[in-house]
T-cell receptor
Framework: QKEVEQNSGPLSVPEGAIASLNCTYS??????FFWYRQYSGKSPELIMS????GDKEDGRFTAQLNKASQYVSLLIRDSQPSDSATYLC???????FGAGTRLTVKP | DTGVSQNPRHKITKRGQNVTFRCDPI?????LYWYRQTLGQGPEFLTY????????KSRLLSDRFSAERPKGSFSTLEIQRTEQGDSAMYLC??????????????FGSGTQLSVL
């Protein structure tokens, strides 16, 4: 059974802090990794994708991938209250999602 | 392009009844996914299609669940003999993938199923 695990939440950070979200996966053949954000009552939307080991930055978001450790993370710098949502890790080939980590950014 | 459309938005049914949901993906999207989501959990993978071919089905899915995508466009998900544990949000997503590493899913608004 292919597994995608995320660090248990909820996670609460003050405004302006760095939020760190983690994800591990069991299928060593996985090559593509995605972070989705889901606001309460809404459907998930893509934030970032990453395919190569190392870091990938997009604005305040940085995705990190370590295939040897089967680990992918998402850092959110200068967290804003509008970042409060559930963050979902997804792994290709069949796009399985983790359970999600609920993030609250307090003003 | 109107996005991924799911119908109905809400479905209330009695235990033991059959229900069918429909998903219309973004036109020309070749992949279509079905997920089930309950409160506080991530989307649980059910199945996905590449055009009309069903490529994978979750082993967690009982034989009461079946999905089709007969012409490679819209898809239906049927649940037979519904149980209270089937109550959840059923999400459909589509993507256009050319076999490369990148793939962005576009989700519909979901169908909320309540089994009484």
């Amino acid at each position: 059974q292919k597994e995608v695990e995320q660090n248990s939440g909820p996670l609460s950070v003050p405004e302006g802090a760095i939020a760190s979200l983690n994800c591990t996966y069991s299928d060593r053949g996985s090559q593509s990794f995605f972070w989705y954000r889901q606001y309460s009552g809404k459907s998930p939307e893509l934030i970032m994708s990453i395919y190569s080991n190392g870091d990938k930055e997009d604005g305040r978001f940085t995705a990190q991938l370590n295939k040897a450790s089967q680990y992918v993370s998402l850092l959110i710098r200068d967290s804003q209250p509008s970042d409060s949502a559930t963050y979902l890790c997804a792994v290709k080939n069949d796009m399985r999602f983790g359970a999600g980590t609920r993030l609250t950014v307090k003003p | 392009d109107t996005g991924v459309s799911q119908n109905p938005r809400h479905k209330i049914t009695k235990r033991g009844q059959n229900v069918t949901f429909r998903c219309d993906p973004i036109s020309e999207h070749n992949r279509l996914y079905w997920y089930r989501q309950t409160l506080g959990q991530g989307p649980e993978f059910l199945t996905y299609f590449q055009n009309e071919a069903q490529l994978e089905k979750s082993r967690l899915l009982s034989d009461r669940f079946s999905a089709e995508r007969p012409k490679g466009s819209f898809s239906t998900l049927e649940i037979q003999r519904t149980e209270q544990g089937d109550s959840a949000m059923y999400l459909c997503a589509s993507s256009l993938t050319g076999g490369n590493l990148d793939e962005k899913l576009f989700f519909g608004s979901g169908t909320q199923l309540s089994v009484l």
